[in-house]
């Protein structure tokens, strides 16, 4: 039936992970560039930020039924979806031509001034990117996993900590730009947003269970004792936030280790998200009447569409 | 202008699914596409006092919808009369507005690529026609009319009989009204 069609599937999550490290990664890059006077952190970090976010730009294309007529998506500047397309766009060219500013022998390498405007729309673009997942997600009252704020912080969180990584993962393999010494800069920052996160999406999973509405207990249900747990526990909250928490706090040339860690992490993170975005306001009776529905009858369906 | 509304009234509603079936052949929906079904609440309760109640779904062309601040298209779009709608030719099947509704009234078909979902039968309301799952309940558990008209039925069950929308602490302000209870009346 058409119903198990109903929810967002896996690549808007890998999109939603892509973007979000590729936003984070501008925004740090402009970041120190605007306040630590260093042109970005490496040159491949400074151009993998906004080809992320093109990633996931294709990623979020390649899921929709028409993807052909995807130029449609930037037509309704009143819908949250609009305005993220928008600035995705903005976050790619203008993260694509700060990270041009890195390249030997380029023209317009002197030109300080626009490389700093351009540093300035990458941080408040990337930053944006970064966040407007969690807003998306956080203001379906239809979705009582998602609903309410706490999705805006939890991604931010999650796209910081992953751009951090990422960019840490780019200095130590491919060599950094500045004077910034990596892994000295970057460790502590990472371990206090690993452990602000393990706070928060404790803290986040368990207000939902006990403070929550009928529907979001039962939502967060599965993230307990259901079907998202076990991924939720032992392979987000454990290896990809406290195993790398721990690998950084030590610091014992496991950097590169627990920053790719940090990415599965947030990978896992967000693909358990969307799944938990599944269960929906129902009505009583409504779970009843869809798992009646015929399964497994594709072949029926498309063999009676070409009759 | 009107402003087209639906009531139903679950204590005539017998379950048989006949809008269901109405629907689907008069708009010509593909096998796998329901834009209302008849969900099953119970049964309840300890003989003889045994209670089940069918609860029939379908849009409820809201008037704060959310399908459509959530559509990046502009292809979810409302008349002046209420009526929620998808311009298909808009749409391009991102499910924004789908994981919007929080009455799973609209169903993204995959052989398209598009979503999909009741519009009241509009082409039927614009020749002053009922929608056809309308006509077709013969136990008239279903009334439509124009809540604009203090002489229409569906104002009087709305007004009078404190018919009810689904899930109001959502605000979504849905124009299709429920008279739920156990004992049937003649209306």
Request: charged letters at 15%; glycine letters at 10%.
């Amino acid at each position: 039936m058409s119903h198990k069609h109903d929810t967002w599937g896996w690549m808007l999550a890998v999109d939603f992970f892509f973007a979000g490290m590729g936003g984070a990664m501008l925004c740090i890059a402009g970041l120190v560039d605007l306040f630590g006077n260093q042109p970005g952190i490496s040159l491949v970090g400074n151009f993998l930020g906004p080809i992320c976010i093109g990633i996931g730009a294709c990623l979020l294309i390649l899921e929709l039924g028409r993807p052909f007529q995807s130029w449609r998506v930037f037509m309704n500047p009143k819908a949250l979806l609009t305005f993220g397309a928008w600035n995705m766009f903005i976050a790619i060219v203008c993260g694509l031509c700060y990270a041009s500013f890195g390249i030997a022998g380029i023209p317009w390498q002197t030109a300080a001034g626009l490389r700093k405007v351009l540093a300035v729309i990458c941080l408040v673009c990337g930053l944006v990117v970064a966040t407007y997942p969690g807003i998306l997600l956080g203001q379906h009252k239809s979705r009582p996993f998602w609903t309410g704020p706490g999705m805006i912080s939890l991604f931010l969180l999650s796209s910081l900590v992953t751009g951090f990584a990422a960019h840490l993962i780019c200095g130590l393999t491919t060599g950094a730009t500045g004077a910034i010494s990596l892994p000295g800069a970057f460790n502590g920052i990472i371990a206090a947003l690993l452990a602000v996160q393990l706070i928060l999406w404790t803290g986040y999973v368990w207000g939902k269970y006990v403070y929550g509405t009928s529907w979001e207990v039962s939502a967060t249900r599965r993230w307990v004792n259901g079907d998202l747990s076990s991924l939720f526990k032992y392979g987000f909250l454990l290896l990809g936030t406290l195993v790398p928490l721990i690998l950084f706090l030590w610091g014992g040339n496991l950097e590169v280790i627990a920053a790719v860690l940090v990415l599965l992490g947030g990978l896992l993170m967000r693909r358990l998200v969307i799944r938990g975005g599944e269960e929906r306001t129902w009505l009583p009776g409504e779970k009843l009447y869809y798992a009646r529905l015929p399964a497994g009858d594709e072949d029926f369906l498309k063999a009676w569409d070409n009759k | 202008m009107p402003r087209y509304a639906m009531v139903i009234d679950t204590r005539r509603c017998v379950g048989c699914h006949s809008c269901t079936v109405a629907c689907k052949i008069h708009n010509e929906l593909p096998l796998d596409v329901i834009y209302n079904p008849v969900i099953t609440k119970g049964p309840e309760g300890v003989f003889p006092k045994v209670r089940v109640e069918y609860l029939p779904l379908l849009c409820m062309h809201c008037e704060n919808a959310p399908c459509i601040n959530a559509c990046p298209t502009g292809a979810s779009q409302q008349r002046e009369d209420g009526i929620v709608f998808v311009e298909e030719d808009k749409c391009v099947g991102c499910k924004a507005c789908l994981m919007a509704c929080p009455y799973g009234a609209r169903v993204f078909v995959p052989s398209t690529g598009v979503v999909q979902k009741c519009n009241f039968c509009m082409e039927q309301v614009d020749l002053g026609e009922e929608p056809f799952c309308v006509k077709t309940c013969h136990q008239k558990a279903r009334i439509f009319g124009d809540l604009d008209d203090e002489n229409s039925r569906v104002y009087d069950l709305v007004n009078r009989e404190n018919a009810e929308p689904l899930l109001p602490e959502l605000n979504t302000g849905a124009y299709v009204f429920y008279l739920r209870g156990w004992e049937a009346k003649l209306i």
